[in-house]
């Protein structure tokens, strides 16, 4: 028999024994694998740190130099995948056409090949940043463009997103590194929604490709990943630094919710907003764009760090609320924030996905060898009879 407790959001059940993020909700603290946030997203690459989530210890540079001509190697998308991608409608959302892409790709594979993760991995990472630019290429309407082995994992991705003609294009060196750094703090969270779903998949043995997509389908929520499109949505909105205030009253009276703002762990600050926000500088420096938007978006976050509503509730900016004025910045366009939040989690997803299936086959009782199937308290009718249709006239 078992004790169960009424747990919806599952604020008090641990599903998990995992060595690869931690996080100090309370302290502002995060780390991967032991090493501070603060000091990869200053030192590293997306795909050391994906090797390091991944496979446990930073690479030596043999390793990532293999590691990185792999998921450079397997970057290509099969032709069937390609078509299938452009049969999409013009203003289909990107993120819809990735989840779909992702499940699709499963059945380039032969059946027999899908169980292990391991010789996934490197297809996965290589090849979910080429649907992820074709399908930002289909939404402008223009040509796939091929991965350049020779490129870096980001610069790769920003080549196949912008290259127009047969020139060398190269995007530019600044942008390159935003966009690690982003990556970075993006690619692992511990248990969020959409790795314990994730984890949920893999529990039911489904392949990697399909387990990914069920993953960046939690993902696209407005509540977890959807945020960053719905920070800026929302300040589209806002428009006027004038309409701040009667916004703010609305919020307070909840009607409605600041978007970028409140974290279930963080109650104090989140340390990849504190590193966001020096790149927000950075990159609006860069990019010397001027929006009214910008303004805005400082003005109000000034204003609700002061306002007792959110400073009692302990609501501070969250990664969202900064990513989303950077993707903003760089020119992407509202609907593509999902899928730059989605690519770099798949490192944790995989990273999560590869310890509970080593867990498993080290057949330690105590780990994840339970397929997830929480329990339900039944609040539906007593016994009833079937009435036929007949009888009911
Ligand atoms: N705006 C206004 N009020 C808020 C907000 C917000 N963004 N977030 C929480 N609250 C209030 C909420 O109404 C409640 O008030 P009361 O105690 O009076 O009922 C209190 O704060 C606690 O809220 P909660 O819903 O119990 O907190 P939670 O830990 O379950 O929610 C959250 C976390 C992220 C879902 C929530 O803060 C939220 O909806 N934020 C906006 C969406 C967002 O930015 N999401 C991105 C999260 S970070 C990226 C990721 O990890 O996916």
Redesign the pocket.
């Known amino acids: 028999t078992h004790t169960v407790c009424y747990d919806s959001?599952y604020l008090n059940t641990v599903m998990a024994r995992s060595s690869i993020t931690y996080i100090d909700g309370e302290q502002g603290i995060m780390r991967y694998r032991g090493i501070p946030i603060e000091q990869l997203a200053e030192q590293s690459s997306f795909l050391e740190v994906a090797f390091l989530l991944i496979f446990g210890d930073l690479p030596s540079k043999g390793q990532l130099d293999q590691f990185s001509k792999l998921v450079a190697d397997h970057s290509f998308l099969h032709t069937d995948i390609c078509d299938y991608m452009r049969s999409f409608r013009y203003d289909a959302h990107p993120m819809g056409i990735f989840i779909s892409s992702m499940a699709a790709l499963a059945t380039t594979i032969p059946a027999g090949d899908l169980q292990q993760l391991d010789k996934h991995i490197y297809r996965i990472l290589g090849q979910a940043s080429t649907i992820a630019a074709n399908a930002y290429r289909h939404r402008i309407g223009r040509a796939f463009n091929e991965p350049r082995m020779d490129l870096g994992y980001t610069e790769n991705f920003l080549y196949m997103l912008d290259r127009l003609s047969e020139r060398d294009y190269r995007p530019h060196p600044a942008i390159v590194r935003a966009l690690d750094i982003l990556w970075i703090v993006h690619a692992d969270?511990e248990l969020?929604?959409s790795t314990a779903c994730m984890r949920h998949l893999t529990s039911a043995r489904v392949d990697p490709y399909t387990a990914i997509s069920g993953a960046a389908s939690a993902l696209f929520g407005?509540?977890?990943?959807g945020?960053a499109e719905?920070?800026v949505r929302q300040l589209e909105r806002i428009q006027t630094i004038e309409n701040i205030e009667p916004f703010l009253e609305r919020?307070k009276a909840?009607e409605e919710?600041?978007?970028?703002?409140?974290?279930?762990v963080y109650k104090s600050f989140?340390p990849r907003a504190r590193i966001l926000k020096e790149q927000v500088e950075k990159i609006l420096e860069l990019v010397k764009v001027e929006e009214p938007l910008f303004l805005v978006a400082k003005e109000l976050e000034q204003r609700a760090l002061q306002d007792e509503y959110f400073r009692a509730?302990r609501?501070y900016p969250?990664?969202?609320?900064y990513s989303g004025v950077i993707y903003r910045a760089l020119g992407f366009p509202t609907d593509f924030y999902p899928l730059l939040f989605a690519i770099p989690r798949i490192a944790g997803w995989l990273a999560h996905s590869r310890e509970a299936q080593l867990a498993e086959a080290q057949l330690d009782v105590r780990e994840h060898t339970h397929v997830v199937r929480p329990a339900q308290v039944y609040t539906g009718s007593a016994p009833r009879p079937f009435v036929s249709l007949e009888a009911g006239d």
């Open positions: 959001g969270h969020n929604c407005p509540s977890h990943g945020a719905a920070v919020v909840k919710r600041l978007f970028g703002f409140g974290h279930r989140d509730r609501l969250n990664v969202d609320f």
